[in-house]
């Protein structure tokens, strides 16, 4: 192997990276080099003799997995691997083994907006309400037993109760309609290749058989369908390398099951495990804050970590006013580095929903501080995208009737939802795909004349369109956008329809982009990587913007210097977390991935009043903050408007909620356990109250599930 590249690595690192054959698992914190161990391995197999094409490399993202190309390439000779996610590795073996997987081979992906359509649909077909069974929680609980592996025929033989009857009738016409379209959701990607490795052996002997190496990093977000495919796919030859931390593990909402990481050993008993103790990453302080947090969890190993680094580095805290007060100090701060010769691609700023960008977006704007956010699923969910990507979903899956209903009328054509429906009961009566009923309009029965022409018309437009599809997808996507009348329709719109020109063209130089990097671009294939596409996908890699992104989306990546906004009790933990201690320890290890990006600082901050769903309300700052030992940290506070709120200096308890204030009344007015009702939020339960006189907070649970912490006299809250 390279001394070179050997020469980069410590003891431990090399061992994982010339472990040749077998099972091995490499256990440790963040920043430790598990990622750096999986690229290096592919260079170091290589080496060995073992040719890329044999070797399937599976990262968390897209962008993780062009990173990791490139790296692995500047190492040695890796072209012809198979780096990409678990997602992507499954719409490659389905286009290729569709017929064993019962399925056509140009099936679209469904996102999570068409999915809706689908259960809505599926709803609506089994005669149920809406109301008593919501589609947006019966496609949860889909999502759920398709996670699980468990497809509509099994969950139809257990479902006992009315309940769970129910959705089993919601499922399987769920499906229905999702094969009628020739459609595949995210969580069938990898259910249906799930099954076909573990029932049909000849596929599953073919693909074993090319990816004789398989690699798998972040393996601790797995979830149980990932964790089946990769022990069926490694089975015949037990090559499979995961790396993995379980600390960070923070996609459970999404069905990732920390158990996998852990039962490694024992599904591979022979299985050699490497862990990492050096931190290369971070500065002492931030590892120091990071591991006081952590240990907080109950549910975990301890484990060590050392700052290889020696360098000065700094965690502090600072409290705001309100959001607004909090997004400039962020800005002002990022200013300052900029002017410190910081390069802006090294900042970062992480919250904990979408929506508070928009604070920090007015900020930097105003301090004219470059920034990007990272947010890519957004722009793919703009209307106008979403327009033109249903033309050229249609062009690729003529069965797509989400994507189909979607254009019909768009731009307005004078075809109305009478007529439309006229077709489609036309296409169920004879069994056809709607698209294959348009092509018949003029055999629909009571549509008029008229109706049938501009039918036809739209038909013809599609057949027109759809004779040229093969090659370059840039100049494809040009020609729909001009010939399907939607240029037209944004003209002389105003500014929205210049936005919306403007975002055209932003998604055609992005097609042009993916023509020139692909060297047999197709449209399937561009389809298929603008549905796998993520957040932390948009994330570019530049030296001059900052980035600002959701604590999710920060997941792997690294910045000198990072802020973490936000740090308020219900929001940071997020009030979901409230309820059981699960979701809380997920809360605090989402909190521990944000703050194990940071190289050199770390800057928390919090806002004493946040808006919150249009309303102004008192915070409580994060029981995380005190969790990270701070007294060992440099803590800087903002100017406090009063002593009160001040979040105090070392060591010293925040003295919000928990300050004790002598007892105006000798009865607090809402004590532990009394039933209130709240205009926007309704009935719930006391659970906390703090007299702090005219300040005095009370925590609520409410019935929707959400708790609250609400400054008493804004609250208007009455006693039940
Ligand atoms: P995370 O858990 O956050 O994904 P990780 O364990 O994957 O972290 P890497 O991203 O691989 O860690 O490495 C963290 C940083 O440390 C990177 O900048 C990497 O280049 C650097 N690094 C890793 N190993 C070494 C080493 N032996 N010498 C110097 N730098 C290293
Ligand atoms: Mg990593």
């Known amino acids: 192997m390279d001394e070179a590249l050997l020469a980069q690595l410590t003891s431990s690192q090399r061992k994982a990276v010339s472990h040749r054959d077998g099972p091995l698992l490499v256990l440790a914190g963040p920043g430790s080099g598990k990622t750096r161990v999986i690229t290096c391995r592919i260079a170091a197999l290589v080496d ?32 012809g691997a198979h780096i990409s996610t678990f997602h992507s590795l499954c719409v490659r073996i389905l286009r290729r083994y569709a017929e064993a997987a019962g399925i056509h081979s140009n099936f679209s992906i469904y996102d999570s907006a068409d999915q809706s359509k689908c259960v809505k649909q599926a709803v609506k077909d089994c005669g149920l309400d809406g109301t008593n ?9 889909i999502s759920t037993l398709k996670n699980k592996l468990i497809d509509a025929e099994a969950f139809q033989e257990r479902a006992e109760d009315f309940f769970s009857r129910t959705l089993s009738q919601v499922y399987t016409r769920y499906q229905q309609i999702l094969a009628e379209r020739n459609g595949l959701d995210f969580d069938d990607l990898l259910m249906k290749v799930a099954f076909l490795l573990e029932t049909d052996s000849a596929v599953c002997g073919e693909l074993s058989n090319r990816f004789k190496f398989l690699l798998i990093d972040e393996y601790q977000d797995t979830n149980h369908a990932q964790y089946r495919l990769a022990k069926a796919l490694a089975l015949p030859h037990g090559n499979i390398c995961a790396t993995g931390d379980p600390d960070q593990s923070i996609y459970r909402w999404r069905g990732a099951d920390i158990r996998n990481i852990l039962a490694f050993e024992k599904d591979w008993p022979e299985a050699v495990v490497v862990k990492l103790e050096e931190n290369f990453r971070s500065t002492a302080a931030i590892l120091r804050a990071a591991d006081s947090l952590i240990a907080r969890n109950t549910n975990r190993k301890q484990k060590a970590l050392v700052a290889v680094r020696t360098d000065e580095g700094k965690v502090c805290v600072e409290g705001h006013e309100d959001e607004a007060a909090e997004a400039d100090a962020v800005a002002r701060q990022v200013d300052a580095l900029l002017s410190q010769k910081v390069p802006a691609g090294q900042i970062a700023v992480f919250y904990r929903v979408n929506a508070m960008s928009r604070a920090l977006e007015e900020a930097f704007v105003r301090r ?23 033309y050229l979903k249609v062009l690729a899956n003529p069965a797509d009737e989400v994507a189909l209903l979607r254009i019909i009328n768009t731009p307005t054509r004078g075809i109305g939802k009478v007529t439309v429906d006229r077709v489609k ?53 040009e020609r729909v956008f001009r010939e399907s009348g939607l240029e037209q329709s944004f003209k002389g719109t105003g500014q929205d329809g210049q936005d919306a020109l403007e975002n055209i063209s932003e998604l055609i130089n992005a097609a042009a982009a993916y023509d020139q990097q692909t060297t047999e671009p197709s449209l399937l294939d561009y389809l298929q990587q ?31 210097h990072v802020f973490i906004i936000g740090l308020e009790d219900g929001l940071l933990p997020h009030e979901r977390g409230n309820g059981d201690g699960d979701e809380l320890e997920e809360e605090r290890r989402l909190f521990f991935v944000g703050v194990t990006r940071a190289r050199i600082n770390l ?12 309303q102004f309300l008192r915070t409580v700052a994060s029981p995380f903050l005190f969790e990270l030992g701070l007294d060992s940290i440099t803590q800087k506070d903002e100017e406090p408007e009063d002593d009160e709120d001040a979040f105090g200096g070392y060591g010293r308890r925040p003295r919000l909620a928990s300050r004790p204030v002598p007892a105006k009344q000798a009865e607090p007015e809402f004590a532990p356990g009394q039933l209130v009702r709240h205009k926007t939020f309704g009935l719930g339960r006391v659970r906390k109250y703090a007299d702090m006189g005219a300040n005095s907070v009370v925590t609520i649970q409410f019935n929707t599930g959400q708790t609250k912490s609400l400054l008493l006299q804004y609250a208007h809250l009455t006693r039940v």
């Open 48 to 79: 060995s003799g073992v040719r890329p094409y044999n070797i399937c490399a599976i990262t968390f993202t897209n962008k993780a997995a062009e990173e990791m190309r490139q790296r692995a390439a500047a190492l040695g000779p890796s072209g």
């Open 133 to 141: 069974f919501p589609p947006a929680r019966m496609l949860d609980a």
């Open 368 to 390: 004219r501080v470059p920034y990007q956010v990272v947010r890519g699923v957004e722009f793919y969910n703009r209307k106008e995208i979403r327009d033109l990507l249903a």
């Open 425 to 477: 009961a036309f296409a169920v009566s004879h069994g056809l795909t709607l698209s294959q009923a348009l092509a018949r309009a003029d055999q629909v029965p009571e549509v008029s004349g008229a109706a049938r022409t501009k039918l036809m018309a739209f038909s013809c437009l599609l057949d027109k369109l759809r004779r040229d599809i093969v090659g370059p997808v840039a100049p494809l996507a």
């Open 530 to 560: 603008i549905a796998l596409f993520s957040d932390t996908d948009a994330y570019e890699a530049t030296s001059e913007r900052a980035a600002l992104m959701t604590l999710h989306a920060a997941k792997g990546l690294e910045f000198d």
């Open 603 to 614: 800057y928390l901050s919090y806002a004493r009043y946040r808006t919150v769903r249009g």
